[in-house]
Nanobody, 110 residues
C-alpha cells in the first residue's frame, strides 16, 4: 500500500468530514491525485481530482459540497466534505501515480 486514507466515520445528514490521503515513502506531488468512492460489488466512481498545477475537477454529484486540497509539505491530499447526504455513504479511496489506498468508510445516516 503506497497511499493511506483516514478520516472516515459515521455521521448524520448535513454533517461534515475531512478525509486525508498520505503518501508515506514516496513523493506523489508531481501526479494528478484523485478521490474515488465505491460500494460493495460495484465499480469505483470518480469524486474529485487535483492536478499538480492546482486545477481541480469534481463529479457533478459533489460540486459545491466537496473540496479537494493538498499540503505539499506533508505530501498529503484532503477531501473536505460538507452537507453530507445518505447517498454519500461509500468507501472512499485516493489514487494517483499508479497507487491506491485501502479506503476509508463514510456512513451518512438520518
Amino acid at each position: 500500500v503506497q497511499l493511506v486514507e483516514s478520516g472516515g466515520g459515521s455521521v448524520q445528514v448535513g454533517d461534515s468530514l475531512r478525509l486525508s490521503c498520505e503518501g508515506p515513502g514516496r513523493d506523489f506531488r508531481s501526479y494528478t491525485m484523485g478521490w474515488f468512492r465505491q460500494w460493495p460489488g460495484k465499480g469505483r466512481e470518480f469524486v474529485a481530482s487535483l492536478r499538480p498545477d492546482g486545477d481541480v475537477n469534481y463529479a457533478d454529484s459533489v460540486k459545491g459540497r466537496f473540496t479537494m486540497t493538498r499540503d505539499n509539505a506533508k505530501n498529503t491530499w484532503y477531501l473536505h466534505m460538507n452537507s453530507l447526504k445518505p447517498e454519500d455513504t461509500a468507501t472512499y479511496l485516493c489514487g494517483g501515480g499508479g497507487a491506491w489506498g485501502q479506503g476509508t468508510q463514510v456512513t451518512v445516516s438520518g
